[in-house]
């Protein structure tokens, strides 16, 4: 990435022709009862794999849409599935309980569909799972949270999370270094701290900050949700008499976040979201706010999973790539919305 503030990136169009931005955020766990609507992730199938082939039946298990960008990440796979006539779209009841995922996934195994697009609660909890469907000869995507055996999957798909801190902290420390500020107070506010997802925002966000000579001050993880970002940023604002940037790594728990700042009347900092939603979009847009830039993982790549899921099951491989067989493993790329292209990206916004 560029240490400049965007790094821009699209999925390649081997996918019928989309191109696809990488967004957004990575939780089930329960937030202020979203509104969400799907981003337009893709146009309609027109021509090479996209025309139509064997049917194929598609199974497909994600958490509880209890937070906007789970939401999203079923509404864009429903939608996806809905352009194909060659596909049967086979979606369980979404959940946030470990045991009703493995025994709904235990159900699309038994129903022997052609390929299973997995979004696990926890990876390491669904592991076992994963890897009975690939022995019965069910091919997995493995949808963003990634099981940590290889052989439990066919083709991973997920954002970069690494990619996510990288690009926060190349933000916050132009914008830092172009204020000439010298030993910053800089605030983190995580996700679920115990996830490795998290864990990897933290380090690429940690890892650009030190190409500046800076590094983070306080940071405390809010969960994912609205109400314990705003206690989380509450606390951080009382402890911190001058803030010089914060980053908040999802724009859901960020609603709340956003809440405690306002309510505190504080403005004397750059913040960063982390997801890609439409009302961060939104707030970057009127220019009056503390949030200035939002670094992208899009819930688009549950359209891409269904996308790859049809191509595999059907023994075919990316039309624009010269292998036979589509990857092992798709990484998005992480942007950064600003006010200068937030036109761009608004569409593609998830709502909180």
């Not at 699209?10 to 009862?33: H, W, Y």
């Not at 893709?42 to 139509?52: I, L, V, Y």
């Not at 949808?143 to 926060?168: E, Q």
């Not at 890609?276 to 999973?305: C, D, H, K, W």
Request: hydrophobic letters at 40%; glycine letters at 10%.
């Amino acid at each position: 990435m560029s240490e400049n503030v965007a790094r821009r990136g699209f999925l390649i169009g081997g996918l019928g022709g989309a191109a696809l931005l990488a967004a957004g955020c990575t939780s089930n766990e329960p937030a202020a009862a979203p509104t969400s609507a799907a981003p337009a992730a893709t146009a309609a199938p027109t021509g090479g794999n996209d025309q139509p082939g064997d049917k194929v039946v598609i199974g497909f298990s994600a958490p509880a849409a209890d937070h906007g960008w789970i939401a999203a990440i079923a509404k864009n796979a429903e939608a996806t599935a809905k352009q194909y006539t060659d596909i049967e779209f086979r979606p369980v009841e979404p959940t946030n309980d470990i045991n009703q995922q493995i025994s709904a996934v235990e159900s699309l195994i038994a129903a022997k569909v052609n390929a299973l697009v997995i979004l696990p609660n926890d990876g390491q909890q669904l592991n076992q799972i994963a890897l009975q469907a690939t022995e019965a000869g069910i091919p997995v995507i493995n949808l963003d949270r990634v099981f940590p055996d290889k052989l439990a999957y066919r083709t991973w798909i997920g954002g970069d999370n690494y990619g996510m801190g990288v690009a926060a902290g190349h933000y916050i420390g132009e914008a830092l270094k172009a204020k000439n500020v010298s030993n910053p107070v800089i605030v983190e506010i995580q996700g679920i701290a115990t996830l490795p997802l998290t864990q990897d925002r933290s380090k690429g966000f940690a890892d650009a900050l030190k190409s500046f000579g800076f590094s983070v001050t306080a940071k405390q993880d809010a969960q994912f949700t609205v109400e314990t970002g705003n206690e989380v940023a509450t606390s951080l604002l009382q402890a911190h008499s001058k803030i010089d940037a914060l980053w908040n790594h999802d724009d859901d728990q960020g609603v709340g976040v956003l809440a405690a700042i306002k309510e505190a009347n504080r403005s004397e900092f750059v913040m960063v979201g982390g997801a890609g939603s439409a009302n961060a979009m939104r707030e970057i847009q009127s220019g009056s706010s503390v949030l200035q830039a939002t670094v992208t993982y899009s819930p688009t790549m549950a359209s891409s999973a269904i996308k790859l899921a049809r191509l595999i099951a059907q023994g075919k491989g990316m039309s624009d790539l010269v292998e036979n067989q589509v990857p092992q493993s798709i990484t998005l790329a992480s942007e950064t919305i600003t006010k200068d292209n937030v036109g761009q990206y608004l569409e593609l916004g998830f709502e909180s």
